[in-house]
């Protein structure tokens, strides 16, 4: 099967890293051009991040281009350092590369992706949504040309993570995320309903350690930092796996089993429900449906842990 073209947005991040080298090691893709927006880092060192791990698997042909330093609708917040340190990879430091990123923008190489590969380009983000939302202002014919948009974010009957509303990539921009939701494009929502339900342990760190990849090495450090966050979530050292999830779904490896295409809104107010995706999930108890004139597909389920399945394509992927 030929390989799909992908434009990748991220903010290269813990999960963001074990994102990316999942879908470096993913045979029915190909990562035509990678972006990066402010989130868990600042934009410019998410692409420095970026840059060294593709360099650590050996693919220094990927463009990377430096996208939204800035949300929308205000200044960066300034990233998360408890999270996934003060660099954005767990304060670990990676080799560097010598190759830095595009002068385009990464709206820019979204909007030339997407006329380059009409009707072909899988678009997968997994940070905040702003570069989709300048691409879509740059170009709304790229809402035409784009197969899929593939969204790590929001929360359908969960919780927020940032907020009790909101979930990181949809809070920290809540007008892109609107903007993106709204256009005339098929969107696939991985929430935090379903990414917070496939984990990995200390085992799949640990077999990643004991990896020949200097690659799987250097993410099990990685994750040291952030499996220390997570023991206020589930009681204990592990984590989330919100980027990677997403990505094994847009690439097919996991699939979802309870997904209904329905309306979904962003809160782009000021209040208390800023950063809220209002999913509406009403007439859905009789099993899952699709709502006439939906766009969003909202993935509740999906058919088994990805834990497994990511950990054994990274160990098997040499680099
Ligand atoms: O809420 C989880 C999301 O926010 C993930 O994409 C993580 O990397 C952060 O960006
Ligand atoms: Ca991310």
């Known amino acids: 099967m030929t390989p799909r073209p992908v434009y990748f947005d991220c903010d290269t991040g813990i999960d ?7 879908l470096m090691a993913s045979p029915e893709i190909t990562l035509a051009g990678i972006g990066t927006v402010s989130g868990n880092i600042d934009a410019a060192r998410a692409a420095v991040n970026t840059l060294d791990l593709l360099a650590l698997g050996g693919l220094d042909e990927v ?18 350092p408890h999270i996934h340190g003060h660099n954005g990879v767990g304060d670990v430091e990676l080799p560097h590369t010598a190759r830095g990123p595009e002068q385009e923008s990464a709206a820019e190489m979204l ?23 300048l691409a879509l202002q740059l170009d709304p014919s790229i809402a ?31 007008e892109a995320a609107q903007i993106v939701v709204s256009a005339p494009w098929q969107v696939v929502l991985v929430p935090l309903d379903v990414t917070l339900e496939n984990t990995f342990e200390e085992a799949d760190r640990t077999a990643l350690a004991a990896s020949a990849s200097p690659l799987n090495r250097a993410l099990a450090d990685i994750l ?32 979802a089993t309870r997904a209904p295409k329905v309306p979904v809104v962003v809160d782009d107010t000021q209040g ?41 394509r990274l160990l098997d992927y040499a680099g």
């Open 224 to 255: 040291d930092l952030y499996f220390d966050f997570y023991v206020h979530e589930y009681g204990r050292r592990m984590c989330a796996l919100h980027d990677p999830l997403a990505a094994a779904i847009a690439v097919g490896q996991i699939t």
């Open 144 to 174: 035409t040309l784009v197969r899929k948009v593939t969204v790590m974010g929001g929360a359908a009957l969960v919780p927020g993570n940032v907020s009790v509303a909101g979930e990181a990539n949809i809070w920290n921009d809540p």
């Open 63 to 80: 463009p990377v281009a430096v996208g939204a330093m800035d949300p929308l609708a205000g200044p960066f917040s300034g990233g998360v």
């Open 272 to 312: 208390p429900g800023r950063g809220q995706t209002l999913c509406d999930l009403r007439g859905q108890r009789g099993g899952a449906r699709d709502v006439e004139g939906a766009n969003v597909r909202v993935v509740l389920d999906t058919d088994q842990p990805l834990g497994p399945v990511l950990l054994q």
């Open 111 to 133: 909007v030339r992706l997407a006329h380059e590969h009409p009707g072909e380009l899988d678009v997968i983000a997994i940070g905040p949504l702003t570069n989709l939302a």
């Open 16 to 22: 963001d890293a074990l994102a990316l080298v999942y």
